[in-house]
């Protein structure tokens, strides 16, 4: 993944979110959270990798973003989940919204887990 960018979203005092570009695709989000010793990388994949190729990724975050942002660390702790957008969300957002449409199935078949037409008052998230 050498061809693999990092595109700045955010950054904080003691953390920084990138998402990872390859060309215009976006194939990941990388959050990194920066203690007095520590680095704390959660790494979301949005596609497959090998074991390899994984571990490759991981150097060049090390390399790119971790050790470029001048801060001292004794170790670097990664989590990597791989999965997919579901949607994006901010303060407007609310529960009963019928226009929310999520980046999932379309449908009926596959969205049965969120069908709430028995019982308005029921959420699957309970």
Known sequence: MDDVRFDRQFRTPYSEGYHMMLGTTRVGNVDLHFTSTTVHCTLVLEK???????????????????LSADMPRDDFLVSVYQGKE??????????DQE????????????DDEFDDSDDDNVSPFH
């Open 48 to 66: 497959e990798l090998s074991q390899e190729d994984l571990a490759k990724l991981i150097e060049q975050i090390d390399e790119d973003l971790v």
């Open 99 to 110: 226009e929310l449409t999520l980046g999932g199935p379309t449908s009926d078949e596959d």
């Open 86 to 95: 579901l949607g994006f969300f901010n303060d407007s957002f609310r529960a």
